[in-house]
């Protein structure tokens, strides 16, 4: 079992940046591929970004070269830098692990993102 608390949420102008941290229990974070998820409201989750053991990036063309994901596997920690926000970046954002080649995967428990000037 994984354990996920996000931090960083908040409301914030358009233009403006965030930091969301996402901290994780259990001795095998360094496997697990990491990712940032979020949903707006009437909407279905989509993914964010994604980071692998290996520190490989994915983003969602959405928010690619404006966010970026990091990992720190001696915190098990992995965080989601937010600049240039934008109102349809409000969301829920959620942080999720999941172990290579299975289907087993946790979800934290979800930090509100407000872009509203």
């Known amino acids: 079992q994984v354990r996920l608390v996000e931090s960083g949420g908040g409301l914030v102008q358009p233009g403006g940046s965030l930091r969301l941290s996402c901290a994780a229990s259990g001795s095998i974070f360094s496997i697990y591929i990491m990712g940032w998820y979020r949903q707006a409201p009437g909407k279905q989750r989509e993914l964010v970004a994604t980071i692998t053991s290996g520190r490989s990036t994915n983003y969602a063309d959405s928010v690619k070269g404006r966010f970026t994901i990091s990992r720190d596997n001696a915190k098990n920690t992995v965080s989601l830098q937010m600049n240039s926000l934008k109102p349809e970046d409000t969301a829920v954002y959620y942080c999720?692990?999941?172990?290579?080649?299975?289907?087993?995967?946790?979800w934290g428990q979800g930090t509100q993102v407000t872009v509203s000037s």
């Open positions: 999720n692990a999941a172990v290579p080649n299975t289907r087993e995967h946790y």
